[in-house]
């Protein structure tokens, strides 16, 4: 290959990355969307969404719109958790599955239990509970997103937030031992406080794009 065939075929791949990860962080976009965001063409994303639709990555779903033909919305399949942090989850999954045969259920809860405190000691020390509400929600995001969450969050005209998670890197763990995420949700709780209402609304596990749990400082009226 000679080296104008090499920048092409680094250019090409660059810009898919950049697709899907636009995807990723936004949810369903539609190819003149996509095409904004990259300074491209339309039909140039076009071709690029269905090279990634052939390698199971991208799928799409059409959307009515007022006036023309209805849009393909273009969204991530599952298949591209792959090209995201996954946190070992091969081996997460075959330690999961000895740990049960060795202490058993209750043994892997009371693990599960000290994996959380520590968890919840190590985000405190960064979003401490001095800091006013919505600098320790930034200072808890930041440090999910170190660890591949690709956290954010939205704050609501009604004084409640969003805090959104757009990748799991610990997904397949989290299908071996459901636990995890019930154990995920009391953490959040400890992190932020006892007197904060936090729900989740959406959930990877259960096919959504991402988690996002819905919370609300104590003393808000929502």
Not at 11 to 27: D, I, M, S
Not at 58 to 77: C, H, I, N, Q, Y
Not at 206 to 211: A, E, F, M, S, T
Request: include cysteine; glycine fraction near 6%.
């Amino acid at each position: 290959m000679n080296k104008r065939n090499s920048r092409t075929k680094e250019g090409v791949e660059r810009t898919r990355r950049t697709l899907v990860k636009l995807l990723k962080h936004n949810g369903s976009m539609d190819a003149h969307q996509l095409a904004s965001e990259l300074g491209v063409t339309a039909m140039a994303v076009r071709q690029h969404l269905y090279d990634l639709q052939e390698q199971r990555l991208v799928t799409f779903t059409e959307e009515s719109r007022a006036m023309g033909r209805p849009a393909k919305m273009w969204a991530l399949t599952s298949e591209a958790n792959r090209l995201f942090p996954d946190g070992y989850a091969d081996l997460t999954v075959s330690l999961i599955e000895s740990m049960k045969q060795a202490f058993g259920d209750e043994g892997l809860e009371r693990l599960l239990e000290i994996h959380n405190r520590r968890q919840v000691m190590d985000y405190q020390s960064k979003a401490p509970a001095s800091l006013p509400f919505k600098e320790k929600l930034l200072a808890f995001a930041e440090s999910r997103t170190a660890e591949g969450y690709m956290a954010e969050i939205i704050e609501n005209s009604d004084g409640s937030y969003y805090f959104v998670e757009k990748h799991c890197p610990i997904c397949e763990a989290a299908r071996a031992c459901t636990d995890i995420c019930r154990k995920e949700l009391e953490m959040f709780q400890h992190v932020l406080g006892d007197d904060v209402d936090i729900t989740r609304g959406e959930h990877i596990l259960k096919g959504d794009n991402r988690c996002l749990y819905r919370i609300k400082p104590g003393g808000t009226s929502v």
